[in-house]
């Protein structure tokens, strides 16, 4: 609940711009202008570059982003910033250029790895993480008789992202028909879900580069 003309920021306000995010701690992230009147069980941010939004109580979108990159963790700014760039809300020029000095340098590298793309958080996080490994991937390749696939690693293991909790049988059965297909071309293909994307990325990690150092 807000309190005393508070206006959210960073994480709590990702619903309000429909930004992508990471399950949250609970606690509210706020701007006030006055520090002492936030309430104890919230966050705190300062500064606003921006007016803030005029028909709800939301700090403007560019404030959101860079306080979400100054105090989230890399995934959970990443997904926000990349969601904003993806559809044309938001330039990676403009959240750095607003971000200088060396207190800002975390915030800053984590604008290197923002690109563009991608279809959901988990394939801009998997596409993140396999990069970091030093593995080459494409996003969203088109593959005869199979369609596009989310991302294409080393130019031959497809990797596949679901982020369903409950799929429906016929959607599951052209899942593994597209992946028969994959496979009868030559492809390799791994699926992985949300909770290994986003709980278990060193194992999907490790579990990829097995997969790849077999072939090479």
């Known amino acids: ?35 002492e009147a936030v309430n104890g069980d919230a966050i705190h941010h300062s500064g606003l570059l921006l007016p803030p939004s005029r028909v709800q109580p939301v700090a403007a979108l560019a404030d959101v982003l860079i306080h979400a990159l100054r105090c989230l963790s890399f995934a959970g700014s990443l997904v926000m910033v990349e969601c904003a760039v993806t559809r044309g809300d938001m330039t990676v020029d403009f959240l750095r250029q607003r971000l200088p000095g060396k207190r800002n340098g975390k915030a800053r590298a984590v604008l290197d790895w923002v690109d563009r793309g991608a279809d959901s958080l988990l394939e801009t996080l998997a596409r993140t993480y ?3 490994a030093g593995i080459q991937v494409q ?41 028969n297909e994959s496979v009868l071309q030559g492809y390799t293909a791994l699926r992985y879900y949300y909770a290994d994307v986003v709980y278990g990325p060193q194992a999907m990690v490790e579990q990829v580069l097995t997969v790849l150092r077999g072939r090479r």
């Open 1 to 35: 609940m807000l309190r005393n003309r508070e206006l959210l920021t960073c994480s709590s306000a990702a619903t309000a711009y429909s930004l992508w995010s990471l399950p949250s701690d609970g606690k509210r992230h706020v701007y006030h202008r006055r520090q």
């Open 130 to 132: 396999f990069r970091q």
């Open 139 to 179: 996003p969203q390749v088109y593959l005869e008789r199979v369609g596009y696939v989310d991302l294409l690693l080393d130019g031959w293991l497809v990797v596949e992202l679901d982020g369903r909790q409950h799929a429906e049988w016929k959607q599951v059965q052209k899942d593994h028909r597209r992946n």
